[in-house]
T-cell receptor, first 111, second 114 residues
Framework: EDKVVQSPLSLVVHEGDTVTLNCSYEVTNFRSLLWYKQEKKAPTFLFMLTSSGIEKKSGRLSSILDKKELFSILNITATQTGDSAIYLCAAHTGTASKLTFGTGTRLQVTL | DGGITQSPKYLFRKEGQNVTLSCEQNLNHDAMYWYRQDPGQGLRLIYYSQIVNDFQKGDIAEGYSVSREKKESFPLTVTSAQKNPTAFYLC?????????????FGPGTRLTVL
């Protein structure tokens, strides 16, 4: 059975802190790993990672994939209250571009 | 203005009634998906469709049905056979069934069965 596990489940930090969110996966026919941010309703796409060791960066967010150890991390530096959200990790598996999601990490950034 | 729309935003139904959730996209995407989200459980795949007139069961298809008569539309029916239908339902689409691109999500429908 395909499995994606995220940790921690929830996290409270102060504005300005740096956070690291973790995602490990055990899936058949792994294709790529995706990160989404879900604030209130629709998850919005952040990154897609297909190659090991190549960091993807967007502003204060960055992510990297390790295909040997089967995990990915999402880093957020200088956190702001607007970063408060659920961060979802998902793996593309097998055919038909199916995504298997983790349970998400709920991040709360306080003043 | 391209995107995915879902309606209604909130839906209340009595136990034992079937209910249909709408999902429409004008992105010209081939593939469409239905997910269910429960607190603490992430997103679980209900059904997906890679092309018009074709669809496949996901991980939790029991008690649900779908159709894909048009490229832009992928309605989901929650039947009375679904044991615990109260949840947040998300529809998504991706450009091509043969590639591994990101999925784009609609705003969701929150279904409450009383």
């Amino acid at each position: 059975e395909d499995k994606v596990v995220q940790s921690p489940l929830s996290l409270v930090v102060h504005e300005g802190d740096t956070v690291t969110l973790n995602c490990s996966y055990e899936v058949t026919n792994f294709r790529s790993l995706l990160w989404y941010k879900q604030e209130k309703k629709a998850p919005t796409f952040l990154f897609m990672l297909t190659s090991s060791g190549i960091e993807k960066k967007s502003g204060r967010l960055s992510s990297i994939l390790d295909k040997k150890e089967l995990f990915s991390i999402l880093n957020i530096t200088a956190t702001q209250t607007g970063d408060s959200a659920i961060y979802l990790c998902a793996a593309h598996t097998g055919t038909a571009s199916k995504l298997t999601f983790g349970t998400g990490t709920r991040l709360q950034v306080t003043l | 203005d391209g995107g995915i729309t879902q309606s209604p935003k909130y839906l209340f139904r009595k136990e034992g009634q079937n209910v249909t959730l709408s999902c429409e996209q004008n992105l010209n995407h081939d593939a469409m998906y239905w997910y269910r989200q429960d607190p603490g459980q992430g997103l679980r795949l209900i059904y997906y469709s890679q092309i018009v007139n074709d669809f496949q069961k996901g991980d939790i298809a029991e008690g649900y049905s779908v159709s894909r008569e048009k490229k832009e539309s992928f309605p989901l029916t929650v039947t009375s056979a679904q044991k615990n239908p109260t949840a947040f339902y998300l529809c998504a689409s991706s450009i091509d069934r043969n590639s591994y691109n990101e999925q784009f999500f609609g705003p969701g429908t929150r279904l409450t069965v009383l």
